[in-house]
């Protein structure tokens, strides 16, 4: 599969990352699961991304990432391998990739072919589904 890049900055991501191809490699293999192209690339871009211009629309109304977590093959606190074992109800199959300002997960959701995006909503344990696919996800994104 090609990689799919991004103009990350046009998002008013700022750069830094320490992600390479062998921490990829191990929390992919950690996870049991092939993480989508494009994610890859953001995180490589910048590894706990906090977009300026993130605000997306959902079933019921709309929301805005605040950050991304933090991309680690340990599962310190905030890690997405740490909110990938600890949120009650989460459904099978959903990966928490970054939260809303509320505290809703923003999650990848593998029970889809294309690894659609979902938001969970902890307190009520119901997710909302947002886009087909990440990239779809990211076309989602303004002020």
Do not use: K
């Not at 310190?76 to 939260?99: D, E, F, K, M, T």
């Not at 886009?131 to 994104?141: S, Y």
């Amino acid at each position: 599969m090609p990689v799919l890049t991004m103009d990350w900055n046009s998002f008013a991501i700022e750069p830094g990352s320490t992600v390479t191809d062998a921490v990829i490699a191990q929390v992919q293999q950690q996870l049991g699961v092939l993480l989508p192209a494009l994610y890859l690339d953001l995180v490589r871009y910048a590894d706990a991304a906090s977009p300026e211009v993130s605000c997306f629309s959902y079933d019921l109304g709309e929301t805005c990432i605040s950050e991304f977590f933090t991309f680690s093959a340990q599962a310190q606190p905030y890690s997405l391998l740490w909110y990938a074992q600890r949120v009650p109800g989460l459904p099978a199959g959903y990966l928490p990739i970054a939260r809303d300002a509320g505290g809703w997960l923003i999650c990848l959701d593998f029970n889809s072919p294309s690894v659609a995006v979902a938001l969970f909503d902890t307190d009520a344990r119901r997710s909302h589904w947002v886009a087909a696919h990440f990239p779809g996800f990211v076309q989602l994104w303004r002020e």
